[in-house]
C-alpha cells in the first residue's frame, strides 16, 4: 500500500466510479458501477490490489486452472454441481481459452464465450449458468494469486430467450386422471406411478420433491412438508434452495390420491424409492401407451404452474418454492393455516372443471 496518490473519480456519463494507476510501465483502469462512496472504495481496492499483488504462476494455462477449480468444487459442493461444472468447462468454456496462458485472459475473451454461445441458440438460462462458473472460475483463480481480472461488465445478450416449454392441454390431462394402466413385458397392467405423475400435476413439485417425499411429511392435518429432493445422482438433497423448502394443504383431489397409495413396506418414500431416469422412463411409457402428448417430468410442473396462474401471485410462489417471505414454521399458525386452505380450495374448483 502507499504507491497509488490518487483515487477514482465518478464519471456521470458512464454512471460509474473509474481510477487509473501504473505498475511496472504497464497502466491499468479499474473501475465500479455501485452509487456512493461505496463504488469509490470498491475501485479504490481493486487498484490497491493490482498495485501490491504479486501475481505467481501468469503464464499457467487456462485448462490447468480449471482442473484445479474443479477440485475444490470436489470438496465444497455437491456432486451433481461438480458434473455440471466440469460439463460447461469441456463444451463451452475450455474450447476457446483452454490453452491460452491465464496472464494474456482478457474480459472480451470471456464476453466473446457467452456471445459465440448465444449464437449457438443456447437457452437463457445455459447462458446464464456459463456466464456464473466464468465469474465463479475466474474469482477462484484470483484467489490462488494467478490474475487480476474482474470480470464485472460480462452481460447475456438481449436476445436470449428461455427455452420454451411444454405443457399438459386439458385433453391430456382428462386421460391423466382417466387412464391408469401401461404394457409390460407385452401385458397390459396397473401402473404403480399414476399416483405420483397425477400428485405431481396437482401440485407443481419439482420431480426430485415428489420423489423425495416421505409420509412422515404429510402431518394429521393434511398440510405437506416439502424438505428433501432427490437428485439425478440418486443422492437425498436438502433440495434446490431454502425458497424450496415449503408446506402447502392438500386439495381434496390430491388428498384421494394419498389415502389412495399404498404404504410399501420397509420404504418411507410416498411413492416409491425411484430414481429420476426410472421415473422419466414410466411416465414416457405411460403417455404413449394412453396417447398422451409427453412432456418432460419438470414440465408437468410448468403445467400446473400454468393451470393455477389465476391464482394470487403470492399463493402461487408459496405453492411452488419462489418465495422469500415464505415462513415453513408459519404453517402451524391459525392464520397461516387457513390461507392454505383456501388456497387448496382454489385449487380443487380450477382442476373441477378441467376435469368433469
Known amino acids: 500500500m502507499g504507491r497509488r496518490t490518487n483515487t477514482a473519480m465518478w464519471y456521470e456519463k458512464q454512471n460509474r466510479w473509474k481510477i487509473n494507476v501504473q505498475k511496472d510501465g504497464v497502466?491499468?483502469?479499474?473501475?465500479?458501477?455501485?452509487?456512493g462512496r461505496t463504488g469509490q472504495r470498491e475501485a479504490n481496492r481493486k487498484a490497491d490490489e493490482w498495485l501490491d499483488d504479486n501475481?505467481?504462476?501468469?503464464?499457467?494455462?487456462?485448462?490447468?486452472?480449471y482442473e484445479e477449480y474443479l477440485e475444490e468444487k470436489k470438496i465444497t459442493t455437491s456432486k451433481s454441481n461438480c458434473i455440471k461444472l466440469e460439463s460447461?468447462?469441456?463444451?463451452?468454456?475450455?474450447?476457446?481459452?483452454?490453452?491460452?496462458?491465464?496472464?494474456?485472459?482478457?474480459?472480451?475473451k470471456l464476453q466473446n464465450i457467452?456471445?459465440?454461445?448465444?449464437?449457438?441458440?443456447?437457452?437463457?438460462?445455459?447462458?446464464?449458468?456459463?456466464?456464473?462458473?466464468?465469474t465463479e472460475f475466474i474469482k477462484f483463480c484470483r484467489k490462488s494469486n494467478a490474475?487480476?481480472?474482474?470480470?464485472?461488465?460480462?452481460?447475456?445478450?438481449?436476445?436470449?430467450?428461455y427455452k420454451k416449454k411444454k405443457i399438459l392441454q386439458p385433453d391430456d390431462l382428462k386421460r391423466l386422471f382417466k387412464y391408469d394402466n401401461i404394457v409390460m413385458n407385452g401385458t397390459e397392467t396397473y401402473d404403480e406411478c399414476v399416483p405420483a405423475y397425477r400428485f405431481q400435476v396437482l401440485n407443481g413439485l419439482r420431480?426430485?420433491?415428489?420423489?423425495?417425499?416421505?409420509?412422515?411429511?404429510?402431518?394429521?392435518?393434511?398440510?405437506?412438508?416439502?424438505?428433501?429432493?432427490?437428485?439425478?445422482l440418486n443422492e437425498i438433497t436438502s433440495g434446490k434452495n431454502e425458497n424450496a423448502k415449503r408446506s402447502f394443504k392438500l386439495t381434496k383431489l390430491s388428498k384421494d390420491i394419498i389415502k389412495a397409495t399404498p404404504h410399501r413396506e420397509n420404504?418411507?418414500?410416498?411413492?416409491?424409492?425411484?430414481?429420476?431416469?426410472?421415473?422419466?422412463?414410466?411416465?414416457?411409457?405411460?403417455?404413449?401407451?394412453?396417447?398422451?402428448?409427453?412432456?418432460?417430468?419438470?414440465?408437468?410442473?410448468?403445467?400446473?404452474?400454468?393451470?393455477?396462474?389465476?391464482?394470487?401471485?403470492?399463493?402461487?410462489?408459496?405453492?411452488?418454492g419462489h418465495s422469500d417471505s415464505m415462513d415453513t414454521l408459519g404453517v402451524y399458525g391459525h392464520?397461516?393455516?387457513?390461507?392454505?386452505?383456501?388456497?387448496?380450495?382454489?385449487?380443487?374448483?380450477?382442476?373441477d372443471n378441467i376435469l368433469k
Open 27 to 35: 497502466r491499468r483502469s479499474f473501475y465500479s458501477s455501485k452509487p
Open 55 to 65: 501475481v505467481i504462476s501468469s503464464s499457467v494455462r487456462i485448462s490447468k486452472l
Open 88 to 108: 460447461l468447462g469441456r463444451n463451452y468454456i475450455l474450447p476457446h481459452i483452454g490453452n491460452l496462458k491465464i496472464s494474456v485472459l482478457t474480459e472480451q
Open 114 to 134: 457467452i456471445n459465440l454461445a448465444y449464437k449457438k441458440e443456447l437457452s437463457r438460462k445455459t447462458l446464464m449458468n456459463i456466464k456464473s462458473t466464468i
Open 147 to 161: 490474475t487480476t481480472l474482474y470480470p464485472e461488465y460480462l452481460t447475456i445478450p438481449k436476445g436470449a430467450a
Open 207 to 232: 420431480p426430485g420433491e415428489l420423489l423425495g417425499l416421505q409420509w412422515s411429511d404429510i402431518d394429521p392435518s393434511d398440510i405437506v412438508h416439502i424438505s428433501r429432493s432427490r437428485n439425478a
Open 267 to 320: 420404504c418411507p418414500y410416498v411413492f416409491g424409492d425411484m430414481t429420476l431416469d426410472f421415473y422419466r422412463y414410466r411416465w414416457k411409457k405411460y403417455c404413449d401407451y394412453n396417447n398422451i402428448n409427453y412432456v418432460s417430468p419438470y414440465e408437468l410442473r410448468h403445467t400446473f404452474i400454468s393451470i393455477a396462474k389465476n391464482l394470487p401471485q403470492g399463493d402461487l410462489k408459496t405453492l411452488i
Open 335 to 351: 392464520e397461516v393455516d387457513g390461507e392454505l386452505i383456501n388456497i387448496a380450495n382454489s385449487l380443487d374448483t380450477i382442476f
